[in-house]
């Protein structure tokens, strides 16, 4: 069925978040190297802004310490007055624009001094941030936007595992996502599922993705993540059997199974604490024993529904 609210004369306002990680991408173990997935990314983007003349795209990296935009940049002085990018004949301008852009910023972010073993969350990007920034920009666009002829969505390619400090963040942006009806892609190029990620694919909405192959990466791409939000209405897209919905807890920043919710403000705990450290809130009550305790407490009394041994009375006088 057409979604009404989508129509086939709309923009699409595209905001792509890389995982530029160091740490993985140079990895001894790694099925891809950053640069050889740039060239997929790269053609991949090229195919969007192909799609319609008024596609719009955003590029954001997500570094280990810094989350900054590689396209559109921001205004800068020119040395010298001259372009920064060359015309080049064989090259359609608007492609050889966005391909320079992205692969200048990259550049940098990568002659940058590497983060040190001692950083705390060693190995983990800004994913939250850099959807932080996505959202704004998508904020700031749509409200340039005076006719409501542009939908955005956004793209994230990421490699890194989770960062239990960043569930907060990131659950605020999933949920402010879902309001502004933003679908979040996610494309988990190797390693384990990511957690978090994969919930904001479902709640808003969006594709999640695990490549089998990572070298066949602009595959995925082209068929799973190209198509915009009208074309998905009439395409039978990947979808997820199975979501991992844990969370992880307030006080240690840990993914837990099962915790402790405060039942004013809903957070997460894993062990009981008779205050919460969120909303200040006083529990009066113990939490329940463990099974354990709760046995052994049970084998040591009577049971009620057994006869009690009678005892000799003496008969009165």
């Known amino acids: 069925m057409k979604d009404i609210s989508t129509s086939e004369d709309d923009s699409n306002l595209l905001v792509m978040v890389i995982d530029t990680n160091p740490f993985e991408w140079e990895h001894p173990s790694a099925?891809?190297?950053?640069?050889?997935?740039?060239?997929?990314?790269?053609?991949?983007?090229?195919?969007?802004?192909?799609?319609?003349?008024?596609?719009?795209?955003?590029?954001?990296?997500?570094?280990?310490?810094?989350?900054?935009?590689?396209?559109?940049?921001?205004n800068e002085p020119i040395p010298g007055g001259k372009a920064l990018t060359k015309k080049d004949a064989n090259a359609y301008q608007n492609f050889k624009v966005v391909d320079d852009a992205v692969l200048e910023g990259i550049k940098r972010?990568?002659?940058?001094?590497?983060?040190?073993?001692?950083?705390?969350?060693?190995?983990?990007s800004k994913i939250a941030a850099s959807l932080s920034l996505g959202l704004c920009y998508i904020n700031q666009t749509l409200k340039l936007d005076a006719l409501g002829h542009i939908k955005p969505r956004m793209l994230v390619l990421t490699v890194s595992p989770d960062s239990s400090s960043d569930?907060?963040?990131?659950?605020?942006?999933?949920f402010s996502a879902q309001k502004a009806n933003i679908p979040i892609d996610v494309c988990k190029i190797w390693g384990e599922d990511a957690v978090f990620l994969q919930q904001a694919a479902h709640i808003t909405e969006g594709i999640y993705m695990r490549p089998n192959d990572p070298r066949g990466l602009?595959?995925?791409?082209?068929?799973s993540f190209l198509p915009d939000m009208f074309a998905r209405n009439y395409l039978y897209l990947p979808g997820q059997d199975q979501v991992d919905f844990r969370?992880?807890?307030?006080?240690?920043?840990?993914?837990?199974?099962?915790?402790?919710?405060?039942s004013v403000c809903l957070s997460i705990f894993c062990s009981f604490s008779p205050v919460c450290s969120t909303c200040r809130t006083k529990f009066a009550f113990q939490p329940l024993l463990n099974p354990a305790r709760r046995l052994g407490a049970k084998s040591g009394a009577s049971n009620p529904g057994s006869?009690?041994?009678?005892t000799p009375t003496t008969p009165s006088q």
């Open 218 to 223: 602009l595959q995925v791409l082209m068929f």
């Open 167 to 174: 569930y907060i963040p990131i659950m605020n942006c999933i």
């Open 109 to 124: 972010l990568l002659a940058d001094p590497k983060p040190t073993l001692e950083e705390k969350d060693l190995g983990s």
């Open 247 to 262: 969370a992880a807890c307030f006080c240690h920043k840990k993914i837990v199974d099962i915790g402790f919710v405060c």
């Open 31 to 74: 099925p891809l190297k950053l640069n050889e997935a740039l060239q997929h990314i790269l053609a991949f983007m090229n195919a969007h802004l192909a799609g319609r003349h008024d596609n719009k795209l955003a590029v954001i990296a997500s570094h280990v310490g810094v989350s900054k935009f590689l396209y559109p940049t921001p």
């Open 307 to 310: 006869p009690r041994p009678s």
